[in-house]
């Protein structure tokens, strides 16, 4: 698997939060879940991120950079299909949680399956593609902005996710 030419919107934000963030035009990533059933429990899509990527080697969200002009919900989905071989049509968002530095913002894109899902490796960003079961989520070493944001996009996730 190659890695991906760069695209306007690529490079490093120097932000006043004292760290710097990939996506000069913002980024964003996808929180895909799928419903419980009879048989499994409810599960979000997890990245185990590349050891050469930044915070490399932790568990997260597809997702990356934004090209510039692009919106969240487009960066998310372009970035899903990529990384993931997330089919934008297999996708129903529902909302959106965005963290705002003011020199940078990371949205992440909810949603919920409304299709087959072959969620899978699809370029050198990714050690794995995993659905895991929402309760185990916690379990991973977690990219820390991800971990801290955690709960509150499980709280996003419509009622239907865990068979409310």
Excluded: K, N
């Excluded at 899509?45 to 510039?68: C, F, I």
């Excluded at 490796?121 to 929402?134: F, G, H, K, Q, R």
């Excluded at 902005?145 to 419509?158: E, H, I, K, V, Y």
């Amino acid at each position: 698997m190659a890695r991906r030419p760069h695209h306007p919107g690529d490079g490093w934000v120097e932000c006043r939060c004292g760290r710097r963030h990939w996506g000069t035009a913002g980024a964003a990533g996808l929180l895909l879940a799928r419903p419980a059933t009879a048989t499994d429990a409810a599960a979000v899509v997890l990245q185990h991120r590349a050891p050469w990527s930044d915070q490399g080697g932790t568990w997260g969200l597809p997702g990356g950079a934004r090209h510039t002009g692009e919106s969240a919900v487009d960066g998310a989905l372009r970035e899903s299909e990529e990384e993931a071989g997330i089919e934008p049509a297999s996708v129903r968002v529902v909302g959106e949680h965005v963290l705002d530095h003011v020199d940078w913002t990371y949205t992440t894109i909810v949603a919920v399956a409304s299709g087959p899902v072959d969620a899978r490796p699809t370029d050198d960003e990714s050690l794995a593609i995993a659905w895991v079961a929402l309760d185990d989520v916690t379990d991973l070493p977690l990219l820390p902005a991800f971990g801290d944001a955690w709960p509150a996009l499980r709280a996003a996730l419509p009622p239907e996710v865990e068979g409310g």
